[in-house]
């Protein structure tokens, strides 16, 4: 009861704020571990090419979609004053200044990897794989905003969340870090080769 009667007293727009952070920043994470393994062998089995990369379109897409309204409900709110300015340039905010701008950073690197995944065929792959290398700085930049400006991050459960997330996303990237960027050519080239030997 002490619980529901916590949270009713929670201003709506602040509570907005919190929770599309915690959802947006736990739909970057399923966004960044769906792109590292879209070529390992379990997922190729579980899906096609064409839904691997629609799940992954679709958990950058509600991200995105996540972190605006995230800013959204922090210039409505009036917990803390923070303007619509403030969420396209870093400063200007007084609460924590540092770690709301870095926040804005991770939000313009979102915005950039977004755009350029839409423009791919038009940059070339070489720029556009050098570009999407980004995605790594939205985590960190997500996470450390979120640990240094969230509401939440001294709370265990939350503490938690980061931990998880960033030992996830660690993971997948040391094994594609190993197993090197082209390891799914190089099964298909060593398959061919085996079968064109066997012949």
Known sequence: MNLITGIADVPFWWM???VSGILGYLLIVGSMVSGVVLHTRLVQKLASPVARMEWHRILATLGL???ALHGVAL???SYVTITW?????PGGTEYRPLWVSVGVLAMWLMVIVSLTAMWRKHLGAKAWKAIHLASYGVFITATVHGLMAGTDSNQPWMLGIYVASTALVAGVAARRLIAGPNAPLK???AAAAAGAGAE
């Open 16 to 18: 907005m704020a919190r």
């Open 75 to 77: 210039v409505m709110d």
């Open 65 to 67: 979609a996540l972190v």
């Open 187 to 189: 099964r298909r080239r």
């Open 85 to 89: 300015a403030d969420l396209f340039v």
